[in-house]
């Protein structure tokens, strides 16, 4: 598999990769990070010039006080010379006044700089998964989404707030207080940087070992935030059907398979620890007895060997810094692979390059040689043709699974045809402007999901700009005003979280009303009246009319109260239109659809 292919994420919440596959994810989390740093580049490098002085302040310590012990002070004692000892102990006072200074700068600038990345991936992830097509949506969990928005962007944070402040601090005082400590005592030196080996050899180990914890922490997280979102979303039928002790097995064990993964990680820092704190212990001891050894024979000032001390603890004492940065290092690459899994995703149905307008629609659909398969599964809509004149109501009818609502997704343009093409007015949907194409066409699903906000902001989605007086009109002509005027505060009422102050049936009638004040050329009615009561449907009937009057319409219903208002019905069988004709015409010749209406109406008895 070439690194190219890939891409997005619905395949990779695993822990275990192949190397070319990490290759290639590493290379797609590196262009979304320079993707998002470029704009920044300026802040970047003042941020990068501001650490380097405050590093720099900070590393001359132990060489001005080296300075102070071997010339300053005995210049004091035997000369009466004091001006060297007071320059040492204001340069001492100036770096250090300078590199707080600095530092504190370069806080509010790591800070400014954290918050720029992450504002701009928050809006990355929202405006890329609303542009997603309904396949993704179809196959990616709610939680997973949630999990990348939260979880996965605070651990992102949590490296950039602190952790990468801890790493940066500790490469440029290591470096600085290498190079000071050459300078003043080049063996003692060479002594460091053999004791490097070991020390890259446990980070390497720890580096590895940590990149597959991490990563098994990811997925086992975003399971755990799928679990929980899925059973307090669905708690109504969690409690239905007594799944409550299901759901507290499986999320204990998803639980306990986090807690695992993270002690997996939490035992290789049992490792990394206690490693560091040896290598710097046998180095500091080496360096002491050695220097020792030569401040006896008066080949070494005592105070250049206590800032060769002083030097060695401080490199290392960064190195620990280090493993706390590869702690958040290694859970923000996680983190960061699938961000930009998400981010990767394109849309299966696509923007024309030069979209064709259609500014005003008449409504005219064809259906052209028209097959669909979803991806990876078998065809559910095979040649379809069909002519749908302007301002004909259509009715869908059959057995589930017979590609109805396939065929009206397919009009909606939430897929696009494997085959063949789909027409409005003669323009192919691929090739219509989008806002032309959403102006036009116009869906209702059984969900009728309401957002957060009041009952006349929710009328108004498809108008924005409508007026409190066309609100009440629309709700007015489906029969939506009554109930709506009773609410506490009317239109004004809020409709409190997915819809909870209103019934399953107003949520229907609610949806209506923004159908009708969008006033698109072609409607799509599925299952809309499946949560309706028969005495709500009686009274939607007539509103149903008004509704679909003038313009294009398909309707699937199982109801066939709802199929009767139809000019015409399409009897669907395994994907293909099986009967076609007017309710009356199809109920005479006495094929499925007369056997479906048969079986109604001795319902209705």
Not at 56 to 84: C, K, N, Q, S, Y
Not at 150 to 156: A, K, M, Q, V, Y
Not at 239 to 264: H, I, K, M, P, W
Not at 526 to 555: G, K, M
Request: aromatic share 8%; no cysteine.
């Amino acid at each position: 598999m070439s690194p190219e292919t890939v891409r997005g994420t619905r395949g990779e919440d695993r822990d275990e990769y192949t190397r070319e596959e990490s290759r290639a994810i590493r290379k797609r989390s590196l262009r979304l990070l320079r993707s998002i740093l470029a704009p920044l580049k300026k802040l970047i490098l003042l941020t990068a010039v501001v650490i380097v002085i405050s590093t720099a302040m900070r590393a001359i310590g132990p060489t001005l006080l080296a300075f102070g012990i071997d010339v300053a002070l005995p210049r004091a004692v035997d000369h009466g010379d004091w001006w060297p000892a007071i320059g040492v102990g204001g340069a001492f006072l100036v770096s250090g006044l300078v590199g707080a200074g600095f530092v504190g700068w370069y806080v509010v600038l790591i800070a400014r700089l954290t918050q720029a990345v992450m504002m701009e991936l928050r809006t990355r992830i929202f405006r890329h998964t609303q542009r997603l097509s309904l396949e993704f949506h179809e196959g990616y969990t709610s939680g997973r989404i949630i999990a990348r928005q939260t979880s996965d962007l605070e651990s992102i944070q949590e490296l950039l707030d602190g952790s990468l402040n801890e790493l940066i601090d500790a490469i440029l005082l290591g470096g600085f207080t290498l190079l000071m400590l050459f300078l003043i005592d080049w063996r003692s030196g060479l002594l460091l940087l053999g004791m490097g080996i070991p020390l890259v050899i446990l980070m390497r180990w720890f580096v590895v070992e940590s990149q597959k914890g991490f990563r098994a922490t990811r997925v086992v997280s975003a399971k755990l935030i799928v679990q929980f979102v899925e059973t307090m979303t669905g708690i109504r039928a969690v409690q239905a059907f007594r799944r409550e002790d299901r759901n507290r097995v499986a999320f204990g064990t998803a639980s306990d398979d986090y807690r695992r993964a993270n002690l997996r990680v939490f035992r290789l820092f049992g490792v990394l620890d206690p490693g560091l704190i040896l290598l710097a212990n046998v180095t500091i001891a080496v360096v002491l007895f050695w220097g020792a050894l030569r401040v006896a024979d008066g080949g070494l000032a005592i105070g250049v060997l206590l800032a060769a001390v002083l030097y060695v603890r401080n490199f290392f004492g960064p190195i620990e810094e280090v493993a706390m940065f590869l702690n958040s290092y290694q859970s923000a690459t996680a983190a960061l692979e699938k961000v930009s899994g998400v981010l990767e995703e394109e849309p299966t149905v696509r923007e024309a390059a030069t979209p064709a307008h259609l500014p005003e629609a008449r409504g005219e659909l064809a259906f052209e040689d028209v097959s669909f398969g979803y991806a990876g599964g078998r065809t559910v809509l095979a040649d379809t043709s069909l002519q749908i004149p302007a301002g004909q109501t259509i009715a869908l009818v059959g057995t589930t699974g017979a590609g109805k609502s396939t065929l009206a997704k397919l009009v909606a343009r939430f897929y696009d045809p494997s085959a063949g093409r789909i027409t409005l007015d003669g323009v192919d949907l691929r090739e219509l402007a989008p806002a032309d194409m959403r102006r036009a066409i116009v869906m209702v699903t059984q969900e009728a999901y309401l957002f957060s906000g009041t009952v006349a902001e929710n009328i108004a989605i498809g108008r924005p700009d409508a007026t409190a007086e066309e609100i009440r009109a629309a709700a007015e002509a489906v029969g939506a005003h009554a109930f709506i005027a009773e609410l506490p505060d009317g239109y004004d009422t809020d409709v409190n979280k997915r819809g909870g102050r209103v019934s399953a049936g107003q949520r229907q009638l609610i949806s209506f009303a923004r159908a009708f004040l969008a006033d698109p050329r072609v409607l799509i009615l599925d299952e809309a009246t499946a949560s309706l009561d028969l005495p709500s449907e009686r009274l939607v009937q007539d509103a149903l009319q008004r509704l679909l009057a003038d313009r294009t319409a398909i309707i699937i219903a199982h109801r066939l109260s709802t199929v009767a208002i139809a000019d015409r019905v399409l009897v669907m069988e395994a994907g293909r239109v099986v009967e076609d004709g007017s309710p009356a015409e199809l109920v005479a010749a006495g094929g499925r659809y007369a056997a479906l209406h048969d079986g109604w109406e001795a319902s209705q008895v």
